[in-house]
DNA sequence: TGTTGAACTAAACGGACCGTTTCGTTATGT
DNA sequence: ACATAACGAAACGGTCCGTTTAGTTCAACA
């Protein structure tokens, strides 16, 4: 593809910007090229003209280099609507977030991340502890207001946040994300009653 | 463990059953030990006393061997409620399915085939069009119960019941699948509005 | 100015699995 | 009697893991 040969040698006893941009690119570009299945940090390694060693120092295991990959443009690409009620909040932010995942190679790189937490606890863990409650934090805020509003009382935010979040893996590792799902717009009224 | 150094010759030309049960017992097993992670269709044959091709044989692919150690209890041993209310059914339900996954290695088995279905396109087809409709028949008639008795219009069973789905997948999948969890009863009640 | 130390790549390591092939054996069905 | 098919053992080539070794490049510091 592009003129790869150049070696980057170290530039001193301090992290290199490139070599980090390269590994992240090389990783994006791997799994929307072939998805999750064929992702290896040996590929990536190859691609990114970098060395295994380099990239395990900076990212331990597979999940870290996921997350890092991730979110880099998730909060700019996905606005947090308000449309005054949450059922056009989800509906909106709903398909947005499908199509970013159908689009972006994001959605291959959070499966990926699921299904690697179910082969490491790290990963376990750090899809727990930092991956969601990072990337719930925005979406949570469409739940917050309508309670504000009175759409429902606080204490119920978190459950119908939780719901809404499976039902969206339930998709995204089914790969069911067609934007038009008719059912989609009927199972968003369930969780607005 | 047990006398494992018998060796199973060939019984002619047919499957050998007690080739069969040897290798659906030590797959289960091993997932009960070590779980999803440390599963390895080599390491199943080594336990079974079983050649690798004769695995290769009957169960094409992980998600085959997946399913075959699933399923075999799983209808016996969670009944469908019918108390008279879809709340009530769910709750019970749920917190059966959810011990079982806890409890009978069953919720390894289904972690494992998820995360193969993110690697695997036959796991996946296997999962959606194999898998699903299985396992979802019998939790399905609550549903249809319930729409019955006028809980709710019937055209939402199946917006309901995928709801329920994902929200039990997304505890399996973070494992948090204790059952004194006490957003449980919230979230049900949710989805029975 | 010279030395130290950290980051870099390349290469190779042992180990685990994958999915397949080859082989000799065993028993069935015809 | 003989073709057929399933069996286990062993080995294949291949990929990837995570680590180690070795030689380099350069910044920071004395």
């Not at 990337?135 to 739940?143: E, G, N, Q, T, V």
Request: proline fraction near 6%; charge should be positive.
């Amino acid at each position: 593809m592009e003129p790869k040969p150049k070696r980057r040698a170290s530039i001193g006893a301090r992290r290199s910007p490139e070599t980090e941009a390269a590994v992240k690119a090389a990783a994006r570009e791997l799994l929307a090229e072939k998805g999750y299945a064929g992702f290896s940090i040996e590929e990536v390694a190859r691609r990114a003209g970098a060395g295994k060693p380099t990239i395990y120092r900076w990212w331990p295991n597979k999940a870290e280099l996921f997350i890092a990959i991730y979110g880099v443009e998730k909060d700019a690409a996905i606005p947090v609507p308000d449309e005054g009620s949450l059922r056009a909040d989800l509906l909106r932010y709903t398909r947005d977030l499908w199509r970013f995942w159908r689009e972006d190679a994001a959605g291959r790189v959070f499966r990926g991340l699921i299904a690697e937490a179910q082969t490491s606890a790290e990963a376990l863990a750090a899809l727990r502890f930092k991956f969601m409650p990072e990337r719930l934090a925005s979406p949570r805020r469409m739940f917050v207001r309508a309670a504000e509003r009175g759409e429902f009382s606080p204490e119920e935010i978190d459950d119908r946040l939780e719901l809404w979040v499976g039902f969206n893996w339930l998709h995204v590792l089914t790969d069911r994300l067609s934007e038009d799902e008719p059912s989609l717009s009927r199972k968003i009224d369930l969780l607005c009653r």
